[in-house]
């Protein structure tokens, strides 16, 4: 039997497909926790929007337009249409996603692969009985929302880059730092080319050989294979203008390549190179892989010492970048300013958020993460949000902890249950509330449980920026343990704001109990056994 069934586990493992459905199913409860919201705005193309308001302003309109399904389509073929977005996706393929469903793994927008299975989920309307009620049709399922939240983030994200570059590339047309694809086109027609992509395949072959004959026989097999009508024939004599424009071709090429891989990664798209092929295992065990490497790739951009990024491009990814920490930096001060609490410890869970009663926002989004755990990895302690105090922390544990951080839901409850506590090293409830939670904290999009916590433990002010998050600001409203020993002891305000020898007290007297609570527990659990 296990061999008969050898070649058949073989066989399916050998299909191109297989581990993208794998993906597809366990990303379900990814797909729906990250839906009914327009995050891509303030969150994964936070950069972009900030630096490029106009250009955010145009894509948020073909967003809302993008929220009904044949919207979406012919918003997306109007934008493959443009001859720039050709010149783009010649120059970086991966720059633009595919839209409705039809993307393959390494097509689709980082937060929503393998969404195919997500956007199926049925709802209350596809109930037999219940779909006959007239208002119960128009309510959307979970797979409704799953379409209309992955369209429109595909369709804002390749709206916007697009915009950018056009708008970083007609700057540098107009001062010269390159020749306009207008002008290009017409010279390589007057040198009796059929376009610029001829031009670009002769000079590949050609540049710098003025003078030389162009025979066809020289020219490489993947060159022949992939353009089989060569602009030239043998014996046709290599101009100096052919050489001037073969080399103004290829300094816009690389300018275009430059600019699109870096307006790619400032709105969270990166990528992996030859490691793309293991992108739906990655995806399974991580929530968004792209996203999570896309800002150290744009750290890299700035300081690349390789010929890939040119001084027009660098010059301008310095100048969106100085926006965007201006912009995050004023935002703070003026926090500051009205009496909210900045953290600015590296090594504390709040560096860089702006905190007001139980409300926390973070202007700087997924940019703190990897500078907070590197900071406390470096000095091998961390800091209580809470308390201020520091404790000592092995840089493995801090490693952990990070690695820990970007789980998917699916593996994220997997750790959980073999741990026996969540992230935060709350206890995990048992029996059936205790599943109703877990579902809830995987299933439901976090934009709702943000709305909820709010509501519960939020100020006036903290819910009148809820606006604001539902376009991906980052805010938060929680009271962690301690914070809640605090209170249920007597207890007035925030602790962090009690003197110091206070703090220590309450943390100890906490530990304290959780130490108790914990031996209780085990002595339970013996006397079960025992019995």
Same mark, same amino acid.
């Given at each position: 039997?296990?061999?008969?069934?050898?070649?058949?586990?073989?066989?399916?493992?050998?299909?191109?497909?297989?581990?993208?459905?794998?993906?597809?199913?366990?990303?379900?409860?990814?797909?729906?926790?990250?839906?009914?919201?327009?995050?891509?705005?303030?969150?994964?193309?936070?950069?972009?929007?900030?630096?490029?308001?106009?250009?955010?302003?145009?894509?948020?309109?073909?967003?809302?337009?993008?929220?009904?399904?044949?919207?979406?389509?012919?918003?997306?073929?109007?934008?493959?249409?443009?001859?720039?977005?050709?010149?783009?996706?010649?120059?970086?393929?991966?720059?633009?996603?595919?839209?409705?469903?039809?993307?393959?793994?390494?097509?689709?927008?980082?937060?929503?692969?393998?969404?195919?299975?997500?956007?199926? +989920?049925?709802?209350?309307?596809?109930?037999?009985?219940?779909?006959?009620?007239? +208002?119960?049709?128009?309510?959307?399922?979970?797979?409704?929302?799953?379409?209309?939240?992955?369209?429109?983030?595909?369709?804002?994200?390749?709206?916007?880059?697009?915009?950018?570059?056009?708008? +970083?590339?007609?700057?540098?047309?107009?001062?010269?730092?390159?020749?306009?694809?207008?002008? *290009?086109?017409?010279?390589?027609?007057?040198?009796?080319?059929?376009?610029?992509?001829?031009?670009?395949?002769?000079?590949?072959?050609?540049?710098?050989?003025?003078?030389?004959?162009?025979?066809?026989?020289?020219?490489?097999?993947?060159?022949?294979?992939?353009?089989?009508?060569?602009?030239?024939?043998?014996?046709?004599?290599?101009?100096?203008?052919?050489?001037?424009?073969?080399?103004?071709?290829?300094?816009?090429?690389?300018?275009?390549?430059?600019?699109?891989?870096?307006?790619?990664?400032?709105?969270?798209?990166?990528?992996?190179?030859?490691?793309?092929?293991?992108?739906?295992?990655?995806?399974?065990?991580?929530?968004?892989?792209?996203?999570?490497?896309?800002?150290?790739?744009?750290?890299?951009?700035?300081?690349?010492?390789?010929?890939?990024?040119?001084?027009?491009?660098?010059?301008? *990814?310095? &100048?969106?970048?100085?926006?965007?920490?201006?912009?995050?930096?004023?935002?703070?001060?003026?926090?500051?300013?009205?009496?909210?609490?900045?953290?600015?410890?590296?090594?504390?869970?709040?560096?860089?958020?702006?905190?007001?009663?139980?409300? &926390?926002?973070?202007?700087?989004?997924?940019?703190?993460?990897?500078?907070?755990?590197?900071?406390?990895?470096?000095?091998?302690?961390?800091?209580?949000?809470?308390?201020?105090?520091?404790?000592?922390?092995?840089?493995?544990?801090?490693?952990?902890?990070?690695?820990?951080?970007? *789980?998917?839901?699916?593996?994220?409850?997997?750790?959980?249950?073999?741990?026996?506590?969540?992230?935060?090293?709350?206890?995990?409830?048992?029996?059936?509330?205790?599943?109703?939670?877990?579902?809830?904290?995987?299933?439901?999009?976090?934009?709702?449980?943000?709305?909820?916590?709010? +509501?519960?433990?939020?100020?006036?002010?903290?819910?009148?920026?809820?606006?604001?998050?539902?376009?991906?600001?980052?805010?938060?409203?929680?009271?962690?343990?301690?914070?809640?020993?605090? *209170?249920?002891?007597?207890?007035?305000?925030?602790?962090?704001?009690?003197?110091?020898?206070?703090?220590?007290?309450?943390?100890?007297?906490?530990?304290?109990?959780?130490?108790?609570?914990?031996?209780?527990?085990?002595?339970?659990?013996?006397?079960?056994?025992?019995?």
């Amino acid at each position: 039997m296990v061999e008969e069934s050898a070649p058949q586990v073989s066989k399916l493992a050998a299909r191109p497909d297989v581990w993208g459905e794998v993906a597809a199913a366990l990303r379900i409860p990814a797909s729906t926790i990250l839906s009914l919201d327009a995050g891509q705005l303030l969150r994964t193309a936070v950069i972009g929007t900030l630096a490029h308001p106009t250009e955010a302003r145009g894509a948020t309109l073909a967003m809302l337009k993008a929220i009904k399904e044949t919207g979406a389509r012919e918003l997306d073929e109007a934008l493959r249409a443009d001859p720039l977005v050709a010149e783009i996706m010649r120059a970086d393929p991966k720059t633009l996603t595919t839209i409705a469903g039809k993307a393959g793994i390494g097509e689709q927008e980082d937060v929503f692969i393998g969404s195919q299975f997500a956007r199926r +989920i049925p709802g209350l309307k596809d109930i037999p009985v219940l779909g006959k009620v007239p +208002i119960i049709r128009t309510v959307p399922s979970p797979g409704d929302l799953v379409r209309v939240s992955e369209d429109t983030f595909t369709t804002f994200n390749n709206y916007l880059r697009v915009a950018i570059i056009k708008r +970083i590339l007609a700057a540098g047309e107009r001062a010269g730092k390159f020749a306009s694809h207008e002008a *290009l086109e017409s010279e390589a027609i007057r040198l009796g080319f059929a376009d610029r992509k001829e031009l670009a395949v002769a000079g590949r072959e050609m540049i710098g050989k003025v003078g030389k004959e162009y025979v066809v026989g020289d020219v490489p097999k993947w060159v022949r294979a992939k353009y089989p009508q060569l602009p030239l024939k043998p014996g046709i004599v290599w101009t100096e203008a052919m050489d001037r424009a073969a080399r103004a071709e290829a300094w816009r090429f690389k300018n275009v390549a430059a600019l699109s891989t870096v307006v790619k990664h400032m709105t969270g798209r990166g990528g992996f190179g030859a490691a793309e092929r293991f992108l739906p295992a990655m995806s399974i065990i991580d929530l968004a892989p792209r996203w999570v490497i896309s800002y150290p790739q744009l750290v890299w951009d700035l300081i690349n010492p390789t010929s890939k990024m040119t001084p027009f491009v660098r010059q301008n *990814l310095m &100048r969106d970048m100085g926006v965007f920490i201006g912009a995050g930096t004023a935002a703070m001060a003026a926090a500051a300013a009205a009496g909210a609490r900045v953290e600015k410890d590296p090594k504390s869970s709040d560096f860089g958020k702006i905190q007001f009663g139980n409300t &926390r926002v973070n202007i700087f989004g997924a940019f703190t993460t990897p500078i907070r755990y590197i900071a406390q990895a470096m000095w091998g302690e961390t800091t209580a949000a809470d308390t201020g105090t520091e404790t000592k922390r092995d840089w493995e544990v801090t490693a952990g902890k990070f690695f820990r951080s970007k *789980l998917a839901p699916a593996p994220a409850l997997i750790w959980d249950i073999i741990a026996g506590s969540d992230f935060i090293n709350r206890p995990l409830e048992k029996g059936r509330m205790g599943g109703l939670r877990q579902a809830y904290r995987r299933l439901t999009p976090l934009f709702a449980q943000d709305v909820k916590d709010q +509501i519960a433990l939020g100020s006036t002010a903290s819910r009148a920026l809820l606006p604001v998050a539902f376009f991906g600001l980052t805010e938060q409203a929680y009271e962690s343990e301690v914070q809640k020993f605090w *209170l249920a002891r007597g207890g007035r305000g925030q602790l962090r704001d009690q003197p110091e020898g206070t703090k220590q007290l309450v943390e100890r007297s906490f530990q304290a109990q959780r130490r108790r609570e914990r031996k209780m527990e085990r002595q339970e659990r013996q006397g079960r056994e025992a019995r």
